[in-house]
């Protein structure tokens, strides 16, 4: 049974500064975060492989950062400079196929 449980999610002025965090039940090769801002598709916003490849939506290029530590089966996406645009569910998901239940980010 595969969990995830994200945490961090929360309102915010522009210009701040949130840290969201993902704790899987095993580890994942591919640990990445989406969002799903009201009446939009969801959006990849950052990816975190297990060969250390990273990947970031346009976005979310010089403002967030994702990192994980294997040992805790934990991944984290640090989000600076957030701004109105950025307000959505921010959802981690494990191997592009599991994802967990969601934390809002809501950025005024």
């Known amino acids: 049974h595969v969990q995830l449980v994200e945490s961090g999610g929360g309102s915010v002025q522009a210009g701040g500064s949130l840290r969201l965090t993902c704790v899987a039940s095993?580890?994942?090769?591919?640990m990445a975060w989406f969002r799903q801002a009201p009446g939009k598709e969801p959006e990849g916003v950052a990816a975190h492989r297990g060969d250390a490849l990273l990947s970031y939506a346009d976005s979310a290029k010089g403002r967030f950062t994702i990192s994980r530590d294997n040992a805790k089966n934990t991944v984290y996406l640090q989000m600076n400079s957030l701004k109105p645009e950025d307000t959505a569910v921010y959802y981690c998901?494990?191997?592009?196929?599991?994802w967990g239940q969601g934390t809002q980010v809501t950025v005024s």
């Open positions: 095993t580890y994942a090769y591919t």
């Open positions: 998901v494990r191997d592009l196929t599991y």
